[in-house]
């Protein structure tokens, strides 16, 4: 479904990770009010595959940013892209051609180079593996290894903002927040600069759980989705988080990868700059 007329929609492919293209969109998106969406497309290294690509992008009129290295694939994206009238930006192309020109040597082609298996690589895999065990609320013992974690009511994008995190490096737990229950000690007893509470608005948040409700077929009439509840649940979350001196981060209205972003420049504030 094309997105609405006031949105952007941006495809990033990518012949590794997507990471590199990734985050070039999101600095160039930081520039602009508008809302926008993001999709990658990892491992695109045929030339059917890109074809596939830029026709999902054409019926989603989305902007494709991509970072291929092979020849004939960039070929193959770009003679589609231009039969389907698909704007296409090549993100590494004219750059490797200008280093070429200038050492005076031909570049190497070789699809995935930049994030090979390294020790980042590993580091990565690694903190996925620490976010699955540390979803929900799970092994809440080892959580204080993580160098972030993520709280908040029910419905708050915890989990794949976890993931998300995860899959940039960050070992990620997060830890809800339930009605009637005190905090966990250990959530607690965490660093404050290593937490950060989730919040939304109401009416985003009730819209979310009755959906949620809905695709269970289970009553949609209950303290889950009762707006007085609901408001007195966020403002619990909210004032917890000001006596813990938690970072809050809204996350109404924005993708994932917007939010994930905001999370990281705070890390990166409070324990320094990393490459992740």
């Known amino acids: 479904m094309p997105a609405p007329a006031d949105d952007m929609t941006v495809f990033v492919v990518s012949d590794g990770t997507g990471d ?3 985050a070039a969109v999101r600095a160039a998106m930081i520039q602009f009010r508008n809302r926008w969406r993001l999709r990658v497309f990892r491992d695109a290294r045929t030339a059917s595959e890109v074809r596939r690509v830029i026709a999902q992008a054409q019926d989603a009129r989305a902007l494709v940013v991509f970072s291929l290295v092979e020849g004939e694939v960039v070929e193959a994206l770009m003679h589609e892209a231009e039969e389907r009238h698909v704007v296409a930006v090549d993100l590494l192309g004219p750059l490797i051609m200008r280093v070429a020109q200038r050492l005076h040597v031909e ?8 994030h090979g298996f390294s020790d980042d690589y590993f580091d990565r895999v690694e903190a996925v593996e620490f976010a699955v065990r540390h979803d929900d609320g799970a092994n809440l013992k080892t959580l204080h290894e993580a160098d972030i974690v993520l709280t908040g009511v029910s419905r708050t994008s915890k989990t794949p903002l976890s993931m998300y995190l995860a899959q940039r490096g960050y070992k990620t737990g997060n830890v809800p927040l339930i009605p009637g229950l005190d905090p966990q000690k250990e959530l607690l007893e965490l660093d404050s600069s290593r937490v950060f509470g989730l919040t939304v608005d109401p009416a985003t948040l009730l819209s979310v759980r009755t959906a949620r409700l809905r695709s269970m077929r289970a009553p949609s009439s209950t303290d889950y989705t009762d707006p007085d509840q609901v408001m007195l649940e966020l403002d619990r979350a909210r004032k917890l988080c000001r006596q813990q001196g938690w970072r809050m981060i809204d ?18 504030e409070a324990f320094g700059a990393t490459n992740r």
């Open 20 to 22: 590199t293209g990734s």
């Open 107 to 114: 570049p190497r082609h070789q699809p995935g180079l930049l």
């Open 251 to 268: 996350v109404s209205g924005r993708a994932v990868e917007e939010n994930a972003s905001k999370i990281i420049d705070a890390h990166a």
